[in-house]
């Protein structure tokens, strides 16, 4: 059994910096892609960032430049530095990996931690 256990989500004024944290933990072989998902209400989950098991990154348009992804492989930890937090950031944020269990390839999703961008 894998699961994701995610933290450091909560409430923040615009401009305000938050981090994000992944931990994975079970029958793990090997991590392969692990990522940030985010989904406000009314709106459809979305990718945020992901990061391969050799360190490249994707971000999505809208966090360019003020979210950073990054994982650690040893503790099967995946993070997101978000900074310049604006109010549009706000939603339930979703950490997702494909892991290499015995036996086949799977991906798992963590039970989300809200992020709240205020005043």
């Known amino acids: 059994q894998v699961q994701l256990v995610e933290s450091g989500g909560g409430l923040v004024q615009p401009g305000g910096s938050l981090r994000l944290s992944c931990a994975a933990s079970?029958?793990?072989?090997?991590?392969?892609?692990m990522g940030w998902y985010r989904q406000a209400p009314g709106k459809q989950r979305e990718l945020v960032a992901s990061?391969?098991?050799?360190?490249?990154?994707n971000y999505a348009d809208s966090v360019k430049g003020r979210f950073t992804i990054s994982r650690d492989n040893a503790k099967n930890t995946v993070y997101l530095q978000m900074n310049s937090l604006k109010s549009e950031d706000t939603a339930v944020y979703y950490c997702?990996?494909?892991?290499?269990?015995?036996?086949?390839?799977?991906?798992?999703w963590g039970q989300g931690t809200q992020v709240t961008v205020s005043s």
């Open positions: 997702n990996a494909v892991i290499l269990v015995p036996v086949t390839k799977l991906e798992f």
């Open positions: 990061i391969t098991s050799g360190g490249r990154s």
């Open positions: 079970g029958s793990i072989l090997s991590i392969n892609v």
